[in-house]
C-alpha cells in the first residue's frame, strides 16, 4: 500500500435522506416544507440584479441581520449566519469545543453530531435517552467539554421544556451549550431568550424547514457578543464569503413576510396532528412531536417492510436501522392532501 494513503483522514460520514427523482412521488423522508418559499421570495428572484454575482458578496450580511432583529429579541452583533445550521453548527463545534473532556449529547439524536466530533478530533459521549426518548437532564449535571442539545430532538421529534433546559445551562455554566432548533417553529419555544441570561449559550437556527428555503442554505446563531466574535473568526479563517448575494435577500425578504411564514406552519401542524390521529386508529404509537414530522411505530408492522412497500408506491419516508429505533418510522408532515395519500397506502398495505 502507498505509504500516502496512511495519512488520509478516514470518516464515517453524515448519510442524508434519499433524494428522489421523476414524477409523482410524495417525499415525506427530508423534513422539508411541502409549501412554496413567500411570494415575497418570488419578487426578490423576478427582480434581481444578475450582474452583481460578479461581485463578492457582503461578509457582513446587513439586510439578512436587520431582517432576522425584528423576529428576534436580539440585536445584529448577536447573529452569526452560515450555509445552512449544518455549516454554523460545524463551526461551533470547531470553534468552542477543545477539551480533552468529552461533549455529551444524546444516544438517539441528530448523526451529524458525532461525525463532526470524530472529523475535528472532539472526545464525545452519547447519553441515553430515558425508555421514552425523553432528555433524562440530571445525566448531564456532571464535567464534559460541552453540550449539544437539540430541541424538538431529531428524528424523535420529542419536544424538551424550556426550563429543563436552563436547568441543563445553569449546571453548566463552564462550559459552551448549544441548542440546536431547526423545528423549533413548529410547536415549541425557543430558547432564544436565554442568551442574554447565560453567556455560555448558543442558539441555532435554520431557513431550511419552517421557511421553506432549504434549497438557500441559510442557517443562523444567537449568542453573546464575544461568542459571535470568536465564531466570527473561526469562519474568516476558513471562508469570509459564506452566503451568497442572492441567497442573502432571499432569506432577507422570507423573514419579513411574517403573515405567509405563519400560515404555512399552522398547516403544517394541523396536518401533523390529523395524521398522528388517523395512525393511532391503525394501531401506531406516535412519539409526541413539536416538529413538523413524527416518529411512529406499530408492534405489529415491520417498518422495514413498511418503508419499502411506501417506497415501491412512490412514497418516501425515513428508517433508521439502528439499535433503539430499528422499528420506527420517521415521516415528514407535507400537505393535507399528501398526508392523506400516505394513510390510504399504508391501509392499503395493513
Not at 110 to 136: A, T
Request: aromatic content about 12%; charged content about 25%.
Amino acid at each position: 500500500m502507498q505509504k500516502w494513503k496512511e495519512n488520509i483522514r478516514k470518516i464515517d460520514p453524515y448519510v442524508p435522506g434519499e433524494q428522489p427523482t421523476g414524477k409523482d412521488i410524495i417525499k415525506l423522508n427530508t423534513n422539508e416544507s411541502p409549501y412554496a418559499p413567500s411570494p415575497s421570495v418570488k419578487k426578490v428572484l423576478s427582480e434581481y440584479d444578475y450582474t452583481g454575482l460578479r461581485l463578492y458578496p457582503s461578509f457582513v450580511c446587513p439586510e439578512l441581520k436587520s431582517a432576522l432583529t425584528e423576529n428576534y429579541p436580539v440585536n445584529e452583533r448577536e447573529i452569526f449566519l452560515g450555509n445552512g445550521s449544518d455549516e454554523v453548527l460545524a463551526l461551533c463545534f470547531m470553534t468552542f469545543f477543545n477539551s480533552d473532556k468529552p461533549v455529551l449529547f444524546p444516544d438517539i439524536t441528530y448523526s451529524f453530531y458525532d461525525v463532526w466530533c470524530s472529523l475535528y478530533n472532539i472526545p464525545y459521549e452519547r447519553v441515553s435517552l430515558d425508555s421514552s426518548f425523553r432528555f433524562v437532564k440530571e445525566d448531564y449535571y456532571r464535567e464534559n467539554g460541552g453540550i449539544v442539545i437539540t430541541n424538538p430532538n431529531a428524528p424523535t421529534s420529542v419536544y424538551m421544556e424550556l426550563s429543563d433546559i436552563e436547568d441543563i445551562i445553569r449546571h453548566n455554566e463552564d462550559v459552551i451549550v448549544i441548542v440546536d432548533e431547526a423545528y423549533i417553529d413548529f410547536g415549541g419555544k425557543s430558547a432564544v431568550d436565554l442568551i442574554h441570561k447565560y453567556d455560555n449559550l448558543v442558539v441555532v437556527q435554520t431557513y431550511s424547514k419552517s421557511r421553506s428555503l432549504a434549497g438557500i442554505r441559510v442557517g443562523y446563531a444567537f449568542a453573546s457578543e464575544e461568542l459571535i466574535n470568536s465564531l466570527e473568526a473561526v469562519k474568516n479563517s476558513f471562508n469570509s464569503y459564506t452566503l451568497n448575494s442572492l441567497s442573502q435577500a432571499v432569506a432577507a425578504a422570507s423573514a419579513k413576510d411574517k403573515d405567509y411564514f405563519n400560515e404555512c406552519v399552522n398547516k403544517i401542524i394541523a396536518a401533523r396532528e390529523w395524521t398522528v390521529a388517523e395512525l393511532s386508529k391503525l394501531g401506531f404509537e406516535t412519539l409526541p412531536s413539536k416538529a413538523n414530522f413524527i416518529f411512529t411505530t406499530n408492534r405489529n408492522i415491520s417498518a422495514e417492510k413498511l418503508f419499502n412497500y411506501l417506497k415501491s408506491k412512490n412514497i418516501y419516508v425515513r428508517y433508521f436501522n439502528k439499535p433503539r429505533i430499528s422499528e420506527y418510522l420517521r415521516i415528514t408532515i407535507g400537505t393535507q392532501e399528501q398526508m392523506e395519500a400516505l394513510i390510504k397506502a399504508i391501509k392499503e398495505y395493513n
